[in-house]
């Protein structure tokens, strides 16, 4: 046997380097020349074949001289085994992955440079169609418009109601809803629950026609025009000559019942004692702020005084109409009295300013004025009445 043969033969056998040259020279004659069956395309297969060998020797016989590694391999093997096994008993089916190449998109072909279409997009408003024609943008609620009521409608009074609160409920003027419900201006207006009002449609007076009315009759007493009377259109009038239905209600817009303003001082104080006072329903307000300088007597100060600084705000003592603004001939300098719902009529005087008219409604705690020294006075204070019936009463059973 060939030593190579025998090498390869027996692995256990101690690797000889000497022999390994020897066996690895080309086969050479006794002349010195290489062998002519040799050629150079042989002997490099054989080499790498020598080489391989070699290494897998080497490996070998490392794995023989490790008593680690076998051990390894054998409880990796054991484990894959084992994983193999619990896969086909639970027969989970492996996902399949496909590779999927995508194609190269082709270059698209370069389209000719052009100017951009700008279309403008609808803001806050409606917005158009393509016909031109304006579309109503969607509205999640219903708007109801506020339209303007015509005829005369009532309303029942309740609880705590006041003629101001109602006047601002209908949007009209307190005037409108006194003149209204009360026929004879010099009586007290006074309201029970359950009671029930006419409410105008507009700020106003409602005339009831009387045997001889006539358009121009009922202008002028209420300081209006017969053109707003013909021009209201629920009036149902075509001209000032058009006759007049005895019991039929107008509406004169605008129209004015306040009574001719009377020149007067203040009601004379009579009789009333400040502990017999008539019950209200409703106290009043104190009209100003500051120190009680003199208190309520009889027959001499029907009223009380209260001193503060000059400019310092008075207000209405309770809501009402201002009967009197103006100057006092008699001694109260300013002065202004309002008479109330109920009939009770407050006294404001030695006012430095007034800032109301005559007229007006006012509302409880309204500024009308300031604190003065103004008439007969001797320092700035405020010099307040009430009255009722004719009487002066002490306001300090009625102020809080």
Known sequence: MPQN??????????????????????????????NPLTTSSETQPTRFLVAAWRGLLRAW???????????RLASHLALLLMAVFVLVLSRVELPSW?????APAPPAAAAPSQELAFEPLPI???PLQ?????????????????????GVITYTVQLDDTVLGIGEQFKLNPNTILWANLEDLNNPFVMEVGQILLIPPIDGVLHTVKEGDTVDKIAKLYKATAEAIVGYAPNQLTSAEDPLTVGAVLIVPDGDRTPPEQVVAAPAARGGTGTSAPWRAAGFVWPSYGRLTQRFYLPAHPAIDIGAPTGTPVVAADEGTVITAGWSSVGYGNLILIRHPDGYVTLYAHLSNIGVSYGDYVARGQRIGSVGSTGRSTGPHLHFEIQTGGRSYNPLVYLP
Not at 19 to 33: R, Y
Not at 98 to 102: A, D, P
Not at 130 to 150: C, K, Q
Request: proline share 11%.
């Open 124 to 126: 806050g408003g409606s």
């Open 5 to 34: 043969d025998k090498l390869m033969a027996d692995p256990d056998q101690p690797w000889d380097e000497g022999v390994t040259q020897a066996a690895s020279q080309p086969d050479q004659t006794d002349t010195g020349q290489d």
């Open 98 to 102: 496909e590779i999927v190449r995508m």
């Open 61 to 71: 016989m490392t794995f023989r001289g490790d008593k680690v590694t076998p051990v």
């Open 130 to 150: 393509e016909s031109g024609v304006l579309v109503r943008a969607p509205v999640p609620f219903t708007e109801i418009p506020d339209r303007p009521r015509e």
